[in-house]
Structures are given as C-alpha cells and as structure tokens.
C-alpha cells in the first residue's frame, strides 16, 4: 500500500484520474498509464464517469494492478445494490486493489443512457461502514468472512461551499471520518482564497485532504467551467492569462504545474490531476515539477494553507 505509506509519511502524494475507455480496447489506457507511472503513485480509476457507460471501474483497476501500478478505484452507490457493492469489493481486493474512493455517482439523466435508473440502496455514508464491515470481517448481514478485504478508504469533500452549506459538509466529512475514511478528494479548486473558510475550520492533522487539479483543454472549457460549475470559480487573472497567451496549450501546463506546487508548499498531502480525457498529458505535465520539496513529517502541525 504505497499510497497509505506516502501519507503516513507525509510525503506529498500524486493521484491521477483515469477514465476506462467504452469498448473492450485498454491499449491507450495502458500507455497512458505506462508514460505516467514513474511521476504517479496512484491512478484513481473512474467509475462510470458522468454516468456514461464504459468499462467497469474494477476491470480498469486490475489491469492496472496487474501490470504493478497501484490503483484508487471508485466505487459508486449509484449503479449497484448492497449484494453487488460488497461482491465487487472482495473482488476487488482479491485482484490486488487496496484503495478504495466512495462516491454517489452523477444522476443518469446527465449521461448517455438516460433512461437508466439509479439503484442508491446504500448512501455515501452506508457505503463506508459497509465497506469498515467487511475489513472486521462481516458481511452487511453479519455473516462471517472466509477472509478479510484491506483498503486504503477515501471519500469525497466539497470545500467550496458557503456558510451554513459548509457547515453541514464539514459535519459529513466527520462522519465519514468516522465510517472509516481516511483522506478525501475535492471538486477541481484554482485558487486557495476560495477555500479558505473551509481550511480554517478543519483539523490539518486529522483529515487527510486532496485537492482536485484540473488541466484546462482551453479557454472556451475554462469560462465554461466558470460560469456553470457551482462552487468552483477560476480566477480572472488565471482566464486572461490564457486569453493573451501565444501558445494556450503549453499555458495550460504551466498553470496546472504552478497550482500543484502551490498545494504541495502549502503542506496539503497530495493532490489529484484530472485531465478529462486528456491522459496522454499526465508524463508532459508532471515530469518538470518532479523535483521535490522536503518531505513534511507526519506529525508536524497543521499545513499552513490558510488564506491571506
């Protein structure tokens, strides 16, 4: 467990995003993969991403595994009932994945099968102690396992939000903690400023936060995202700058590469790229902030991400 062993350490750790293809064709995932592994030590496998249907989350994964890539693999309330969450999750463990990332998944209606129904017999929460359960060896029935599953549990927090909204995300993510999560993911963030009522009212200590960066395609997908994702907001000064520069391609990078160092010198524990798509970017992207600052003890005091 690499990852586990990064944040207990309190190195600064690199999860990358990728999606499964739609079809049985692994060979550009694979690749991608391959080009990436030396500067990622996990890839979080998507499961069903904006609920379109693609290969599954857990085949993903254990090609990945197989070939000795460690994985983060997704698993989603949304498509399975509570036989087939559990059955999935000693399947998954048997095949070598030992990080797991809890989420409720998009409504189908946002997908390409939108006459699809959502199962959501277990929520977010339910998912988590269902998965506890079985690290302790039971079922959801209390039925004893021939042998017990390990995970690395992650879970999900959105640090954007506002006033009695973040109050009552901060409590989730306290049960989730709870139920046996250990570090959580964010939605993309551009700018500490617009997170910074959440930082100030969280133990650094305690939870183990992982800020989403996300590689803008270009300036029309940055406005987009500006104008129409709530509680994510791109600066100004980051949307001009891709306005006037020359070559928006490299811009992009650049930007990426200056928001992850910005995370990793103000003592987050790691972060997660996303790249929509645009995998075959990963090696490119993260190759050149590769040399690292000073490892940051696990037990040091709370990072200074708190903003000015």
Same mark, same amino acid.
């Given at each position: 467990?690499?990852?586990?062993?990064?944040?207990?350490?309190?190195?600064?750790? =690199?999860?990358?995003?990728?999606?499964?293809?739609?079809?049985?064709? =692994?060979?550009?995932?694979?690749?991608?993969?391959?080009?990436?592994?030396?500067?990622?030590?996990?890839?979080?496998?998507?499961?069903?991403?904006?609920?379109?249907?693609?290969?599954?989350?857990?085949?993903?994964? +254990?090609?990945?595994?197989?070939?000795?890539?460690?994985?983060?693999?997704?698993?989603?309330?949304?498509?399975?009932?509570?036989? +087939?969450?559990?059955?999935?999750?000693?399947?998954?463990?048997?095949?070598?994945?030992?990080?797991?990332?809890? =989420?409720?998944?998009?409504?189908?209606?946002?997908? #390409?099968?939108?006459?699809?129904?959502?199962?959501?017999?277990?929520?977010?929460? #339910?998912?988590? %102690?269902?998965?506890?359960?079985?690290?302790?060896?039971?079922?959801?029935?209390?039925?004893?396992?021939?042998?017990?599953?390990?995970?690395?549990?992650?879970?999900?927090?959105?640090?954007?939000?506002?006033?009695?909204?973040?109050?009552?995300?901060?409590?989730?993510?306290?049960?989730?903690?709870?139920?046996?999560?250990?570090?959580?993911?964010?939605?993309?963030?551009?700018?500490?400023?617009?997170?910074?009522?959440?930082?100030?009212?969280? #133990?650094?200590?305690?939870?183990?936060?992982?800020?989403? =960066?996300?590689?803008?395609?270009?300036?029309?997908?940055?406005? %987009?995202?500006?104008?129409?994702?709530?509680?994510?907001?791109?600066?100004?000064?980051?949307?001009?700058?891709?306005?006037?520069?020359?070559?928006?391609?490299?811009?992009?990078?650049?930007?990426?590469?200056?928001?992850?160092?910005?995370?990793?010198?103000?003592?987050?524990?790691?972060?997660?790229?996303?790249?929509?798509?645009?995998?075959?970017?990963?090696?490119?992207?993260?190759?050149?902030?590769?040399?690292?600052?000073?490892?940051?003890?696990? +037990?040091?005091?709370?990072? +200074?991400?708190?903003?000015?």
């Amino acid at each position: 467990m690499h990852l586990k062993c990064k944040f207990d350490s309190g190195e600064f750790a =690199v999860l990358a995003e990728l999606i499964p293809p739609k079809g049985t064709d =692994v060979s550009l995932m694979l690749d991608n993969a391959q080009k990436a592994c030396k500067v990622v030590d996990a890839f979080v496998v998507t499961d069903m991403y904006n609920a379109i249907m693609r290969m599954s989350a857990l085949c993903g994964a +254990a090609l990945l595994q197989n070939r000795g890539l460690e994985t983060v693999m997704q698993i989603c309330t949304r498509d399975r009932n509570r036989l +087939a969450l559990q059955g999935d999750l000693l399947g998954a463990n048997a095949c070598g994945i030992t990080n797991v990332l809890a =989420v409720c998944g998009e409504d189908p209606t946002f997908g #390409d099968h939108r006459q699809a129904r959502a199962v959501h017999d277990l929520d977010h929460l #339910d998912l988590l %102690y269902a998965i506890s359960a079985l690290q302790n060896g039971k079922d959801m029935a209390g039925v004893d396992l021939d042998g017990r599953p390990q995970f690395l549990l992650g879970s999900t927090v959105n640090p954007g939000l506002q006033g009695q909204a973040l109050e009552l995300e901060i409590e989730k993510m306290n049960r989730r903690y709870d139920a046996g999560a250990r570090f959580f993911i964010t939605p993309p963030v551009f700018e500490l400023d617009s997170i910074g009522a959440f930082l100030q009212r969280i #133990d650094h200590r305690k939870y183990k936060i992982v800020p989403t =960066v996300l590689l803008i395609k270009s300036l029309g997908m940055a406005r %987009y995202i500006d104008r129409n994702l709530k509680h994510v907001s791109i600066p100004r000064t980051l949307l001009n700058r891709l306005k006037s520069a020359r070559d928006k391609t490299g811009e992009t990078l650049r930007i990426a590469q200056e928001i992850i160092r910005t995370f990793q010198e103000e003592g987050f524990c790691g972060v997660q790229i996303s790249t929509l798509g645009g995998e075959d970017r990963l090696a490119e992207l993260l190759m050149s902030r590769k040399q690292s600052l000073p490892v940051r003890p696990a +037990a040091s005091t709370a990072p +200074a991400a708190i903003p000015r």
